[in-house]
């Protein structure tokens, strides 16, 4: 017989597994989408890390990203439901190397929960990546927070500033990825957990040309597109 935890953890795979399946699937064939697609997300991924380096209320997002080894930027995290919750948006993930950062790489984020919930919020996030083990979570095929690399909320920003995806930390050592949002609405009810990070390697190809992959573009520096000058000059404050 099922018990309930069992029974509440298969129903919230199940969620979030729909969920990953409708944001992939409207971009499951490169040939429908345009560059200018790509584009756009690049774009406003540049308008968030202004907007949110900029803000005198993040000192600890500035200080953050100083040291940071990679950044995803996700521009638009909507979160809603009642009872089912999912939670998704697209991102673009830089890492910093000799040369200051790279070129973005395209990336989907996504969760799902069932429980007593109700509501919708739309957020600005920023994961920083402080760690090596952080990076290669991300780079991974499929990332999920918590289980691949820890996260935690950004600490001393002010009301909205951190938006934890999880709570544990590397012990010793402080978390793999910090959290930093601006969000807008309301939500009310369980947390997502388990969120899971998958590469969006036909948009890679669509912004970059046919043999763009992550690898290439984000470690290898063997990619770059002019359209993306604005956002790296944005994560070096300029």
Known sequence: MMTATKFMSHYRGAVLATLLVTLLGFTAAPTAWAASDQQALVDKAALTAERLLADPQRPTLRKYMARAKGVLVVPSLIKGGFIFGIEGGSGVLLA??????????????????????????????????????????????????????????????????????????????????????????????????????VKREDWNRAYYGDDATTNRIVLEGKAANQGADRLRRALMGK
């Open 96 to 197: 910093r190397g000799d040369k200051g950062w790279s070129h973005p790489s395209f990336f989907t984020i996504g969760a799902g929960s069932i429980g007593i919930q109700a509501g919708i919020q739309d957020a600005q996030v920023m994961l920083v990546i402080m760690t090596d083990k952080g990076l290669r979570a991300v780079i991974k095929r499929q990332f999920k927070f918590g289980v691949d690399a820890s996260a935690a909320i950004g600490p001393g920003d002010g009301i909205g500033a951190g938006a934890g995806v999880g709570s544990a930390t590397t012990a010793g050592l402080g978390a793999d990825i910090y959290s930093f949002s601006d969000t807008r609405g309301l939500f009310a009810g369980a947390s997502f957990e388990g969120a899971a990070v």
